[in-house]
T-cell receptor, first 113, second 109 residues
Framework: SQTIHQWPATLVQPVGSPLSLECTVE??????LYWYRQAAGRGLQLLFY??????ISSEVPQNLSASRPQDRQFILSSKKLLLSDSGFYLC????????????FGEGSRLTVL | QQPVQSPQAVILREGEDAVINCSSS?????VHWYRQKHGEAPVFLMI?????EQKGHEKISASFNEKKQQSSLYLTASQLSYSGTYFC??????????FGQGTILTVHP
């Protein structure tokens, strides 16, 4: 069966520090991968999505970046965090070429101080 | 461009019904519905594909009018467990899936 792992679950970082959130999917190949951010009490904002290795679409051109070094690994990064980067980050996957449901990871709660 | 949901919040008593609407300014490939409990990841409810179909999941059903680029989620005889934030997600043909701002549903005893 397919599983998705996301880490770390919680982190507190100072403004200006770097960030790396990792997401790994098991039990499937060539998944579509997504990063969403949810600010407190707000909706789900699509940050990046990827339909294959080296294919990443950016929806938020700010200080965040994403990479897909392996088929089932999706990494969200920042060189310098801003206060506004605080939020609940969710990685999700689904089968490629399918209009199927999204499977979300457990989420990473980031607080930037 | 994210879809627009209405209303932003709904308060119900157990057993009452509710409708949550979702509309998009762009042509839709499919519509997803999810429910999120506080502090948790969203959970899939259903997906509707092009064709104007209506689907059901227990006492929760949804419709999709692709011509109007709208979807509605119907919750009947609400239960306490229905409380949470409901999101609709709209999909483009290229895998991009964007969500509305959410509708907070609170069910009281």
């Amino acid at each position: 069966s397919q599983t998705i792992h996301q880490w770390p679950a919680t982190l507190v970082q100072p403004v200006g520090s770097p960030l790396s959130l990792e997401c790994t999917v098991e039990g499937t190949s060539n998944p579509n991968l997504y990063w969403y951010r949810q600010a407190a009490g707000r909706g789900l904002q699509l940050l990046f999505y990827s339909v294959g290795i080296g294919q990443i679409s950016s929806e938020v051109p700010q200080n965040l970046s994403a990479s897909r070094p392996q088929d089932r690994q999706f990494i969200l990064s920042s060189k310098k965090l801003l206060l506004s980067d605080s939020g609940f980050y969710l990685c999700a996957w689904r089968g490629s070429g399918e209009a199927g449901e999204l499977f979300f990871g457990e989420g990473s709660r980031l607080t930037v101080l | 461009q994210q879809p627009v949901q209405s209303p932003q919040a709904v308060i119900l008593r157990e057993g009452e019904d509710a409708v949550i609407n979702c509309s998009s300014s762009k042509a839709l490939y499919s519509v997803h519905w999810y429910r999120q409990k506080h502090g948790e990841a969203p959970v899939f409810l259903m997906i509707l594909l092009k064709g104007g179909e209506q689907k059901g999941h227990e006492k929760i059903s949804a419709s999709f009018n692709e011509k109007k680029q709208q979807s509605s989620l119907y919750l009947t005889a609400s239960q306490l467990s229905y409380s949470g934030t409901y999101f609709c997600g709209t999909e483009s043909p290229y895998g991009k899936l964007t969500f509305g701002q959410g509708t907070i549903l609170t069910v009281h005893p």
